[in-house]
Protein backbone atom coordinates (compact mmCIF):
# COMPACT_ATOMS: atom_id res chain seq x y z
CA UNK A 1 0.00 0.00 0.00
CA UNK A 2 2.72 2.57 -0.97
CA UNK A 3 2.15 6.31 -0.56
CA UNK A 4 4.52 8.08 -1.43
CA UNK A 5 6.21 5.47 -3.82
CA UNK A 6 5.53 5.18 -7.26
CA UNK A 7 2.40 2.39 -8.32
CA UNK A 8 3.22 -0.20 -10.73
CA UNK A 9 0.33 0.88 -12.87
CA UNK A 10 1.46 4.63 -12.34
CA UNK A 11 5.40 3.85 -12.37
CA UNK A 12 4.73 2.21 -16.45
CA UNK A 13 3.04 5.23 -17.21
CA UNK A 14 5.39 7.37 -16.44
CA UNK A 15 8.55 5.62 -17.70
CA UNK A 16 9.07 8.66 -20.27
CA UNK A 17 8.84 11.25 -17.96
CA UNK A 18 11.08 9.85 -15.25
CA UNK A 19 13.24 9.35 -17.91
CA UNK A 20 13.17 12.48 -18.73
CA UNK A 21 14.21 13.46 -14.95
CA UNK A 22 17.22 11.69 -15.46
CA UNK A 23 18.23 13.11 -18.75
CA UNK A 24 20.17 16.32 -19.76
CA UNK A 25 18.39 18.34 -22.04
CA UNK A 26 19.79 18.15 -25.65
CA UNK A 27 19.32 21.22 -27.97
CA UNK A 28 19.72 20.42 -31.09
CA UNK A 29 17.83 17.85 -33.17
CA UNK A 30 19.27 14.75 -32.20
CA UNK A 31 20.16 12.33 -34.75
CA UNK A 32 19.30 8.44 -35.01
CA UNK A 33 21.45 6.64 -32.81
CA UNK A 34 23.55 3.38 -34.14
CA UNK A 35 21.98 0.35 -32.84
CA UNK A 36 25.30 -1.36 -31.59
CA UNK A 37 25.45 2.21 -29.45
CA UNK A 38 22.12 1.67 -28.15
CA UNK A 39 22.67 -1.89 -27.12
CA UNK A 40 26.48 -1.17 -25.81
CA UNK A 41 24.96 1.35 -23.53
CA UNK A 42 22.20 -1.46 -22.14
CA UNK A 43 24.54 -3.95 -21.72
CA UNK A 44 27.18 -1.84 -19.43
CA UNK A 45 23.81 -0.13 -17.71
CA UNK A 46 22.79 -3.64 -16.65
CA UNK A 47 26.24 -5.20 -16.15
CA UNK A 48 26.81 -2.38 -13.50
CA UNK A 49 23.04 -3.03 -12.10
CA UNK A 50 23.94 -6.58 -11.79
CA UNK A 51 27.48 -6.35 -10.46
CA UNK A 52 27.53 -3.53 -8.12
CA UNK A 53 24.07 -2.84 -7.38
CA UNK A 54 21.87 -5.69 -6.82
CA UNK A 55 21.81 -8.31 -3.47
CA UNK A 56 22.74 -11.11 -5.26
CA UNK A 57 20.40 -10.67 -8.17
CA UNK A 58 18.27 -8.49 -6.14
CA UNK A 59 17.11 -4.97 -5.75
CA UNK A 60 15.71 -2.51 -3.40
CA UNK A 61 14.20 1.06 -4.84
CA UNK A 62 17.09 3.73 -4.34
CA UNK A 63 20.59 3.49 -3.65
CA UNK A 64 23.22 6.43 -2.54
CA UNK A 65 26.50 5.43 -5.13
CA UNK A 66 28.40 4.45 -2.21
CA UNK A 67 26.16 2.49 -0.91
CA UNK A 68 25.86 3.61 2.48
CA UNK A 69 21.90 3.79 2.49
CA UNK A 70 19.53 1.60 0.58
CA UNK A 71 15.63 2.16 0.23
CA UNK A 72 12.76 0.52 -0.81
CA UNK A 73 9.64 2.19 0.25
CA UNK A 74 11.55 2.90 3.72
CA UNK A 75 15.05 2.43 4.73
CA UNK A 76 16.78 -1.06 3.67
CA UNK A 77 19.18 -3.19 4.78
CA UNK A 78 22.14 -4.46 2.10
CA UNK A 79 20.72 -7.25 2.65
CA UNK A 80 17.51 -6.51 1.57
CA UNK A 81 15.55 -7.61 -1.34
CA UNK A 82 12.33 -5.80 -2.04
CA UNK A 83 9.57 -7.25 -4.08
CA UNK A 84 7.49 -3.95 -4.14
CA UNK A 85 7.58 -2.44 -7.12
CA UNK A 86 9.71 -0.86 -8.37
CA UNK A 87 11.68 -3.70 -6.98
CA UNK A 88 13.09 -6.73 -8.06
CA UNK A 89 10.51 -8.51 -10.29
CA UNK A 90 10.03 -5.39 -11.96
CA UNK A 91 13.59 -5.29 -13.06
CA UNK A 92 13.87 -8.82 -13.71
CA UNK A 93 11.04 -8.13 -16.27
CA UNK A 94 13.22 -5.48 -17.81
CA UNK A 95 16.01 -7.92 -18.21
CA UNK A 96 13.46 -10.16 -20.41
CA UNK A 97 12.25 -6.86 -22.27
CA UNK A 98 15.80 -6.19 -23.20
CA UNK A 99 16.35 -9.95 -24.23
CA UNK A 100 13.71 -9.72 -26.15
CA UNK A 101 14.84 -7.00 -27.98
CA UNK A 102 18.28 -7.50 -28.53
CA UNK A 103 18.66 -11.76 -28.42
CA UNK A 104 21.88 -10.90 -25.71
CA UNK A 105 21.81 -13.81 -23.57
CA UNK A 106 23.73 -11.57 -20.76
CA UNK A 107 20.00 -9.94 -20.58
CA UNK A 108 18.91 -13.52 -19.77
CA UNK A 109 21.39 -14.33 -17.48
CA UNK A 110 20.35 -11.32 -15.33
CA UNK A 111 16.85 -11.89 -15.36
CA UNK A 112 17.47 -15.59 -14.67
CA UNK A 113 19.68 -14.06 -11.41
CA UNK A 114 16.97 -12.33 -10.22
CA UNK A 115 14.45 -15.14 -10.31
CA UNK A 116 16.88 -17.23 -8.59
CA UNK A 117 16.93 -14.71 -5.63
CA UNK A 118 13.47 -14.72 -5.47
CA UNK A 119 12.92 -18.22 -5.27
CA UNK A 120 15.35 -17.55 -2.10
CA UNK A 121 12.76 -15.24 -0.65
CA UNK A 122 9.38 -17.14 -1.31
CA UNK A 123 7.68 -18.46 1.34
CA UNK A 124 6.79 -22.29 2.63
CA UNK A 125 3.40 -21.28 1.08
CA UNK A 126 4.41 -20.16 -1.84
CA UNK A 127 3.86 -16.40 -1.47
CA UNK A 128 6.14 -13.58 -0.82
CA UNK A 129 6.14 -10.74 1.44
CA UNK A 130 6.78 -7.31 0.71
CA UNK A 131 11.00 -7.79 0.91
CA UNK A 132 13.13 -10.87 2.37
CA UNK A 133 16.41 -10.90 3.41
CA UNK A 134 19.38 -12.91 2.63
CA UNK A 135 21.06 -13.07 6.42
CA UNK A 136 18.12 -14.52 7.00
CA UNK A 137 15.19 -14.51 9.35
CA UNK A 138 16.65 -12.93 12.58
CA UNK A 139 18.02 -10.37 10.16
CA UNK A 140 14.36 -9.88 8.88
CA UNK A 141 13.11 -9.76 12.35
CA UNK A 142 15.61 -7.06 13.28
CA UNK A 143 14.42 -4.97 10.49
CA UNK A 144 10.72 -5.39 11.59
CA UNK A 145 11.56 -5.04 15.08
CA UNK A 146 13.60 -1.40 14.58
CA UNK A 147 12.74 0.32 11.19
CA UNK A 148 9.47 -1.43 10.40
CA UNK A 149 7.58 -0.57 13.49
CA UNK A 150 8.65 3.25 13.47
CA UNK A 151 7.15 3.97 10.57
CA UNK A 152 4.30 5.99 11.61
CA UNK A 153 2.43 5.86 8.51
CA UNK A 154 3.19 2.51 6.89
CA UNK A 155 1.37 0.15 9.48
CA UNK A 156 1.96 -2.86 7.05
CA UNK A 157 5.19 -2.77 7.92
CA UNK A 158 4.93 -2.67 11.69
CA UNK A 159 4.30 -6.17 12.37
CA UNK A 160 6.07 -9.27 11.30
CA UNK A 161 3.66 -11.82 9.92
CA UNK A 162 5.83 -14.45 8.21
CA UNK A 163 3.17 -14.96 5.47
CA UNK A 164 2.69 -14.05 1.80
CA UNK A 165 0.92 -10.94 0.82
CA UNK A 166 -0.67 -9.77 -2.25
CA UNK A 167 -0.87 -6.26 -1.37
CA UNK A 168 0.72 -3.70 -3.87
CA UNK A 169 0.76 -6.41 -6.15
CA UNK A 170 4.06 -7.96 -4.40
CA UNK A 171 3.02 -12.08 -4.72
CA UNK A 172 0.92 -11.72 -8.26
CA UNK A 173 3.93 -9.37 -9.75
CA UNK A 174 6.39 -12.00 -9.06
CA UNK A 175 4.06 -14.85 -10.29
CA UNK A 176 3.77 -13.28 -13.53
CA UNK A 177 7.92 -12.90 -13.80
CA UNK A 178 8.04 -16.32 -12.42
CA UNK A 179 5.42 -17.69 -15.38
CA UNK A 180 7.38 -15.79 -18.10
CA UNK A 181 10.73 -16.88 -17.14
CA UNK A 182 9.89 -20.15 -17.22
CA UNK A 183 8.20 -19.82 -21.03
CA UNK A 184 11.15 -18.77 -22.00
CA UNK A 185 13.10 -21.52 -21.70
CA UNK A 186 11.14 -24.24 -19.27
CA UNK A 187 13.50 -24.28 -17.02
CA UNK A 188 12.40 -26.59 -14.02
CA UNK A 189 13.81 -24.55 -11.37
CA UNK A 190 11.22 -21.82 -12.37
CA UNK A 191 8.26 -24.17 -12.85
CA UNK A 192 8.72 -25.82 -9.49
CA UNK A 193 8.51 -22.00 -8.01
CA UNK A 194 5.84 -21.25 -10.48
CA UNK A 195 3.27 -24.00 -8.86
CA UNK A 196 3.81 -22.96 -5.80
CA UNK A 197 2.76 -19.47 -6.58
CA UNK A 198 -0.12 -20.92 -8.22
CA UNK A 199 -1.07 -23.37 -5.23
CA UNK A 200 -1.03 -20.50 -3.28
CA UNK A 201 -2.89 -17.99 -5.06
CA UNK A 202 -5.51 -21.09 -5.46
CA UNK A 203 -5.36 -22.12 -1.96
CA UNK A 204 -5.86 -18.64 -0.75
CA UNK A 205 -9.14 -17.80 -2.55
CA UNK A 206 -11.90 -17.96 -0.42
CA UNK A 207 -15.21 -19.23 -1.60
CA UNK A 208 -16.89 -16.58 -2.16
CA UNK A 209 -14.27 -15.96 -5.04
CA UNK A 210 -12.25 -12.74 -2.88
CA UNK A 211 -8.72 -12.59 -2.09
CA UNK A 212 -7.59 -11.75 1.45
CA UNK A 213 -4.84 -9.45 1.81
CA UNK A 214 -2.02 -11.94 3.45
CA UNK A 215 -2.15 -15.69 3.86
CA UNK A 216 -1.84 -17.92 5.81
CA UNK A 217 -4.69 -16.20 7.24
CA UNK A 218 -3.42 -14.72 10.94
CA UNK A 219 -5.11 -12.78 13.47
CA UNK A 220 -1.86 -11.01 14.95
CA UNK A 221 -1.54 -6.86 14.76
CA UNK A 222 -4.48 -4.90 16.77
CA UNK A 223 -3.32 -1.71 16.00
CA UNK A 224 -4.66 1.17 18.27
CA UNK A 225 -7.35 -2.08 19.36
CA UNK A 226 -8.27 -2.10 15.98
CA UNK A 227 -8.89 -5.04 14.19
CA UNK A 228 -6.24 -7.23 12.32
CA UNK A 229 -7.49 -6.03 8.63
CA UNK A 230 -5.34 -8.68 6.51
CA UNK A 231 -7.79 -11.41 6.36
CA UNK A 232 -10.51 -9.32 4.78
CA UNK A 233 -11.92 -9.32 1.46
CA UNK A 234 -9.44 -7.36 -0.54
CA UNK A 235 -10.35 -4.84 -3.22
CA UNK A 236 -7.31 -1.87 -2.59
CA UNK A 237 -4.17 -1.91 -5.07
CA UNK A 238 -6.38 -4.35 -7.39
CA UNK A 239 -5.52 -7.41 -4.92
CA UNK A 240 -7.86 -9.84 -6.42
CA UNK A 241 -7.97 -8.37 -10.30
CA UNK A 242 -3.99 -9.04 -10.13
CA UNK A 243 -4.75 -12.41 -9.24
CA UNK A 244 -7.49 -12.85 -11.84
CA UNK A 245 -4.95 -11.82 -14.27
CA UNK A 246 -2.38 -13.80 -13.75
CA UNK A 247 -4.63 -16.48 -13.92
CA UNK A 248 -5.45 -15.86 -16.86
CA UNK A 249 -2.22 -16.10 -18.00
CA UNK A 250 -1.69 -19.34 -16.39
CA UNK A 251 -4.74 -20.87 -18.00
CA UNK A 252 -3.61 -19.32 -21.76
CA UNK A 253 0.30 -20.41 -21.12
CA UNK A 254 0.17 -23.91 -19.57
CA UNK A 255 -3.55 -24.39 -20.70
CA UNK A 256 -3.74 -25.50 -16.48
CA UNK A 257 -7.77 -25.83 -16.26
CA UNK A 258 -7.39 -25.72 -12.58
CA UNK A 259 -7.62 -21.64 -13.38
CA UNK A 260 -10.49 -21.82 -14.79
CA UNK A 261 -13.48 -21.66 -11.84
CA UNK A 262 -11.46 -19.72 -9.59
CA UNK A 263 -11.28 -16.81 -12.48
CA UNK A 264 -14.54 -16.94 -12.80
CA UNK A 265 -15.07 -17.09 -9.13
CA UNK A 266 -13.01 -14.23 -8.36
CA UNK A 267 -15.02 -11.89 -10.92
CA UNK A 268 -18.62 -13.24 -9.42
CA UNK A 269 -17.04 -11.81 -6.36
CA UNK A 270 -16.94 -8.30 -7.54
CA UNK A 271 -20.70 -8.35 -8.88
CA UNK A 272 -21.61 -9.68 -4.82
CA UNK A 273 -19.98 -7.43 -3.44
CA UNK A 274 -21.59 -4.38 -5.05
CA UNK A 275 -23.54 -2.37 -2.06
CA UNK A 276 -27.63 -1.85 -2.27
CA UNK A 277 -28.76 1.65 -3.47
CA UNK A 278 -28.35 4.36 -2.81
CA UNK A 279 -24.78 3.79 -2.00
CA UNK A 280 -24.16 1.21 -4.89
CA UNK A 281 -20.34 1.08 -4.75
CA UNK A 282 -17.66 -0.69 -2.44
CA UNK A 283 -15.20 -0.14 0.14
CA UNK A 284 -11.56 -1.40 -0.18
CA UNK A 285 -12.02 -3.92 2.39
CA UNK A 286 -15.00 -6.23 2.60
CA UNK A 287 -15.95 -8.71 5.43
CA UNK A 288 -15.90 -12.80 4.64
CA UNK A 289 -19.10 -13.44 5.86
CA UNK A 290 -21.38 -10.90 4.49
CA UNK A 291 -19.02 -8.46 1.73
CA UNK A 292 -20.15 -5.34 3.75
CA UNK A 293 -17.65 -2.56 3.72
CA UNK A 294 -15.35 -2.64 6.73
CA UNK A 295 -11.99 -0.36 7.86
CA UNK A 296 -8.89 -1.37 7.16
CA UNK A 297 -5.56 0.48 8.66
CA UNK A 298 -6.27 3.43 10.92
CA UNK A 299 -6.59 5.64 8.33
CA UNK A 300 -8.77 3.46 6.24
CA UNK A 301 -12.48 4.02 8.30
CA UNK A 302 -15.10 1.62 7.80
CA UNK A 303 -16.48 3.42 4.79
CA UNK A 304 -18.03 3.82 0.80
CA UNK A 305 -14.82 4.09 -1.01
CA UNK A 306 -14.83 6.32 -4.47
CA UNK A 307 -11.51 5.18 -6.13
CA UNK A 308 -12.47 1.52 -5.38
CA UNK A 309 -15.60 2.20 -7.05
CA UNK A 310 -14.43 4.26 -9.75
CA UNK A 311 -12.22 1.32 -10.46
CA UNK A 312 -14.59 -1.37 -9.60
CA UNK A 313 -16.96 -0.50 -12.27
CA UNK A 314 -13.92 -0.13 -14.90
CA UNK A 315 -13.01 -3.81 -13.78
CA UNK A 316 -16.69 -4.98 -14.51
CA UNK A 317 -16.84 -3.49 -17.60
CA UNK A 318 -13.56 -5.71 -18.27
CA UNK A 319 -15.38 -8.58 -16.67
CA UNK A 320 -18.16 -8.12 -19.24
CA UNK A 321 -15.75 -7.88 -22.19
CA UNK A 322 -14.41 -11.31 -21.04
CA UNK A 323 -17.53 -12.74 -20.50
CA UNK A 324 -20.60 -11.15 -21.88
CA UNK A 325 -22.27 -12.21 -18.79
CA UNK A 326 -25.02 -9.32 -18.17
CA UNK A 327 -24.50 -9.46 -14.56
CA UNK A 328 -21.54 -7.50 -14.43
CA UNK A 329 -22.96 -4.75 -15.97
CA UNK A 330 -26.54 -4.84 -14.18
CA UNK A 331 -25.94 -2.29 -11.52
CA UNK A 332 -23.16 -0.39 -12.76
CA UNK A 333 -25.58 2.64 -13.64
CA UNK A 334 -26.39 2.35 -9.79
CA UNK A 335 -22.84 3.09 -8.80
CA UNK A 336 -22.50 5.78 -11.47
CA UNK A 337 -25.12 7.45 -9.86
CA UNK A 338 -23.42 7.27 -6.43
CA UNK A 339 -20.42 8.67 -7.33
CA UNK A 340 -21.80 11.75 -8.88
CA UNK A 341 -23.81 12.17 -5.84
CA UNK A 342 -20.90 12.35 -3.23
CA UNK A 343 -19.33 15.02 -5.10
CA UNK A 344 -18.75 17.68 -2.95
CA UNK A 345 -21.06 21.17 -3.34
CA UNK A 346 -19.35 24.57 -3.83
CA UNK A 347 -20.61 26.04 -0.99
CA UNK A 348 -18.93 23.10 1.24
CA UNK A 349 -15.82 22.98 -1.01
CA UNK A 350 -14.99 25.90 -4.21
CA UNK A 351 -12.97 22.74 -5.61
CA UNK A 352 -15.69 20.55 -5.72
CA UNK A 353 -13.81 17.37 -5.15
CA UNK A 354 -14.54 14.05 -4.37
CA UNK A 355 -14.34 12.57 -1.04
CA UNK A 356 -12.36 9.20 -1.08
CA UNK A 357 -14.43 7.91 2.36
CA UNK A 358 -18.24 8.66 2.65
CA UNK A 359 -19.68 6.96 5.89
CA UNK A 360 -21.72 4.18 5.23
CA UNK A 361 -25.99 4.52 5.99
CA UNK A 362 -24.99 8.91 6.07
CA UNK A 363 -23.52 9.25 3.23
CA UNK A 364 -21.89 12.30 5.04
CA UNK A 365 -18.05 12.43 3.91
CA UNK A 366 -15.16 11.68 5.85
CA UNK A 367 -12.04 13.88 6.31
CA UNK A 368 -8.45 11.56 7.00
CA UNK A 369 -6.56 13.66 9.85
CA UNK A 370 -3.36 13.01 12.82
CA UNK A 371 -2.45 14.15 15.84
CA UNK A 372 0.92 13.34 17.72
CA UNK A 373 4.08 12.75 16.49
CA UNK A 374 5.50 8.66 16.08
CA UNK A 375 3.73 5.95 15.67
CA UNK A 376 3.56 5.46 19.52
CA UNK A 377 1.61 8.32 20.75
CA UNK A 378 0.25 9.31 17.53
CA UNK A 379 -2.99 8.40 16.34
CA UNK A 380 -5.06 9.08 12.80
CA UNK A 381 -9.15 10.19 13.01
CA UNK A 382 -11.58 11.12 10.84
CA UNK A 383 -14.08 13.33 10.80
CA UNK A 384 -16.19 16.07 8.90
CA UNK A 385 -13.72 19.20 8.98
CA UNK A 386 -12.14 19.30 5.44
CA UNK A 387 -9.19 21.04 6.36
CA UNK A 388 -6.08 19.75 7.36
CA UNK A 389 -6.54 16.61 5.96
CA UNK A 390 -3.66 14.32 6.11
CA UNK A 391 -0.64 14.69 3.43
CA UNK A 392 0.23 10.94 2.75
CA UNK A 393 -3.25 9.69 1.43
CA UNK A 394 -5.50 12.11 -0.26
CA UNK A 395 -8.80 12.35 1.34
CA UNK A 396 -10.03 13.74 -2.12
CA UNK A 397 -9.64 11.23 -5.40
CA UNK A 398 -10.23 12.11 -9.34
CA UNK A 399 -13.09 10.67 -9.66
CA UNK A 400 -14.85 10.67 -13.91
CA UNK A 401 -18.63 9.56 -14.23
CA UNK A 402 -19.02 10.34 -17.34
CA UNK A 403 -16.33 8.14 -18.34
CA UNK A 404 -17.61 5.36 -16.98
CA UNK A 405 -20.81 6.20 -18.05
CA UNK A 406 -19.45 6.65 -22.05
CA UNK A 407 -17.44 2.87 -21.90
CA UNK A 408 -20.65 1.59 -20.52
CA UNK A 409 -22.97 3.12 -23.06
CA UNK A 410 -20.36 1.70 -26.13
CA UNK A 411 -20.26 -1.64 -24.74
CA UNK A 412 -24.01 -2.04 -24.16
CA UNK A 413 -23.91 -1.35 -28.16
CA UNK A 414 -21.85 -4.35 -29.19
CA UNK A 415 -23.41 -7.74 -29.40
CA UNK A 416 -22.13 -10.07 -26.67
CA UNK A 417 -21.13 -12.63 -28.63
CA UNK A 418 -19.28 -10.33 -30.69
CA UNK A 419 -17.62 -8.46 -27.45
CA UNK A 420 -16.48 -12.43 -26.63
CA UNK A 421 -15.01 -13.84 -29.83
CA UNK A 422 -11.34 -12.90 -28.68
CA UNK A 423 -11.79 -13.24 -25.04
CA UNK A 424 -8.96 -15.29 -23.67
CA UNK A 425 -11.50 -17.12 -21.61
CA UNK A 426 -12.85 -18.44 -24.52
CA UNK A 427 -9.76 -18.75 -26.88
CA UNK A 428 -7.27 -21.50 -27.11
CA UNK A 429 -3.31 -21.26 -25.72
CA UNK A 430 -1.54 -17.89 -26.66
CA UNK A 431 2.16 -16.99 -25.22
CA UNK A 432 2.19 -13.28 -23.08
CA UNK A 433 2.86 -10.33 -24.84
CA UNK A 434 6.89 -9.80 -25.87
CA UNK A 435 7.36 -6.75 -23.71
CA UNK A 436 5.82 -5.98 -19.74
CA UNK A 437 7.61 -2.62 -18.80
CA UNK A 438 6.67 -0.35 -21.56
CA UNK A 439 3.33 -0.23 -20.33
CA UNK A 440 0.93 -1.96 -17.82
CA UNK A 441 -0.46 -5.52 -19.60
CA UNK A 442 -3.71 -5.51 -19.02
CA UNK A 443 -6.80 -8.26 -19.61
CA UNK A 444 -6.91 -6.36 -23.36
CA UNK A 445 -3.46 -7.50 -24.12
CA UNK A 446 -4.47 -11.04 -23.39
CA UNK A 447 -7.32 -11.03 -26.14
CA UNK A 448 -6.65 -13.74 -28.54
CA UNK A 449 -6.42 -11.40 -31.48
CA UNK A 450 -4.33 -8.87 -29.47
CA UNK A 451 -0.97 -7.54 -31.53
CA UNK A 452 1.17 -5.63 -29.10
CA UNK A 453 2.18 -2.01 -30.75
CA UNK A 454 5.19 -0.77 -29.35
CA UNK A 455 5.98 3.23 -29.55
CA UNK A 456 9.31 4.10 -30.78
CA UNK A 457 11.33 6.58 -28.72
CA UNK A 458 12.38 9.53 -30.89
CA UNK A 459 16.14 10.42 -31.81
CA UNK A 460 15.96 12.87 -29.36
CA UNK A 461 14.73 10.58 -26.42
CA UNK A 462 17.17 7.91 -27.16
CA UNK A 463 20.26 10.85 -27.14
CA UNK A 464 19.30 12.21 -23.93
CA UNK A 465 19.39 8.78 -22.12
CA UNK A 466 22.87 8.02 -23.87
CA UNK A 467 24.92 11.45 -23.18
CA UNK A 468 22.97 11.27 -19.07
CA UNK A 469 25.59 8.31 -18.56
CA UNK A 470 28.25 8.42 -15.77
CA UNK A 471 31.49 7.27 -16.53
CA UNK A 472 30.32 4.35 -15.17
CA UNK A 473 27.55 3.72 -17.60
CA UNK A 474 24.61 4.38 -15.15
CA UNK A 475 22.12 7.16 -14.79
CA UNK A 476 22.48 9.22 -11.41
CA UNK A 477 19.36 11.00 -10.82
CA UNK A 478 18.52 13.07 -7.34
CA UNK A 479 16.57 10.73 -4.73
CA UNK A 480 13.81 12.42 -3.87
CA UNK A 481 12.78 10.60 -0.79
CA UNK A 482 14.99 9.95 2.43
CA UNK A 483 14.22 8.98 5.98
CA UNK A 484 15.51 9.14 9.34
CA UNK A 485 18.25 6.88 10.64
CA UNK A 486 16.78 4.29 13.38
CA UNK A 487 18.25 5.34 16.27
CA UNK A 488 15.19 4.32 18.73
CA UNK A 489 12.27 3.36 19.36
CA UNK A 490 9.80 5.82 19.28
CA UNK A 491 7.93 7.11 22.44
CA UNK A 492 4.75 8.51 24.72
CA UNK A 493 6.28 12.20 24.56
CA UNK A 494 4.82 14.06 21.62
CA UNK A 495 8.01 16.02 20.20
CA UNK A 496 7.42 19.77 19.72
CA UNK A 497 5.77 20.39 16.27
CA UNK A 498 2.89 20.06 13.80
CA UNK A 499 2.91 17.00 12.12
CA UNK A 500 -0.97 16.76 10.85
CA UNK A 501 0.04 17.21 7.25
CA UNK A 502 3.03 16.37 7.06
CA UNK A 503 4.64 12.82 5.81
CA UNK A 504 7.28 12.43 8.20
CA UNK A 505 6.47 12.73 12.08
CA UNK A 506 9.56 13.16 14.27
CA UNK A 507 13.06 12.03 14.54
CA UNK A 508 11.99 8.47 15.56
CA UNK A 509 9.97 7.89 12.74
CA UNK A 510 11.23 6.03 10.12
CA UNK A 511 9.00 6.79 7.37
CA UNK A 512 10.30 8.13 3.50
CA UNK A 513 9.37 11.70 3.19
CA UNK A 514 10.20 14.26 0.36
CA UNK A 515 13.99 15.27 0.37
CA UNK A 516 14.61 18.85 0.67
CA UNK A 517 17.64 18.70 -0.97
CA UNK A 518 17.69 15.14 -2.88
CA UNK A 519 21.66 13.59 -3.10
CA UNK A 520 22.34 11.96 -6.22
CA UNK A 521 21.80 7.73 -6.63
CA UNK A 522 20.53 5.03 -8.51
CA UNK A 523 17.13 4.87 -9.26
CA UNK A 524 15.44 1.23 -10.63
CA UNK A 525 12.57 3.31 -11.11
CA UNK A 526 14.93 5.25 -13.74
CA UNK A 527 16.91 2.31 -14.77
CA UNK A 528 13.59 0.25 -15.65
CA UNK A 529 12.75 3.54 -17.62
CA UNK A 530 15.82 4.65 -19.36
CA UNK A 531 16.53 0.96 -20.29
CA UNK A 532 13.24 1.02 -21.84
CA UNK A 533 13.70 4.27 -23.60
CA UNK A 534 16.74 2.56 -25.19
CA UNK A 535 14.65 -0.89 -25.75
CA UNK A 536 11.81 1.48 -28.24
CA UNK A 537 14.78 2.82 -29.40
CA UNK A 538 16.38 -0.29 -31.92
CA UNK A 539 14.56 -0.09 -35.01
CA UNK A 540 13.54 -3.53 -34.57
CA UNK A 541 11.21 -2.75 -31.59
CA UNK A 542 8.56 -1.33 -33.34
CA UNK A 543 5.98 -4.62 -32.99
CA UNK A 544 5.97 -7.47 -30.90
Known amino acids: MSHLSLSRRHLLSSAAALAAVAATPVLAQAQPADPTAIKAAMRKAARYMVDKVSHE ?6 TLPDRSREWGEIEAYRSSVWIQNPGTPLVGQLYLDAYHATGDEYFYQAAAKAADVLIRGQLPSGGWNYLFDLKGEASLKKWYDTIGKNAWRLEEFQHYYGNGTFDDSCTSDVAKF ?11 RYKDSLDKVIKFVLDSQYKNGGWPQRFPLKDEFHHHGRPDYTSLV ?16 VWQTLGDKRAL ?48 TQGNCQLMMDFYELTGDPKFMARLPEAFDWLESIRLPASFDPQQRYP ?108 KVLTSVDADGIWLTPLKSTSYRYTRDSTD ?14 VTDTSAFTDPKPSLGIS ?3 FVANMGTLIRGLPTVAKA
Open 57 to 62: GGYVWQ
Open 178 to 188: MLRIYLEKKNP
Open 234 to 249: TFNDDVSAENIEFLIM
Open 261 to 308: DPIARGMDCFAKAQQPKPQAGWGLQHTVADLKPTGARTYEPPAMVSHT
Open 356 to 463: TFIEIGTGKPMFIHRKGSNVVNGEYYANGDINRTIAHYSSFRGINPAALRKRYDALMKIDPAELTKTSPLKGGRKPLPRYFTFKEVGFEDLRTDAVQTVKPSTPDEVS
Open 493 to 506: APAPGDYATTHVGD
Open 524 to 526: TAV
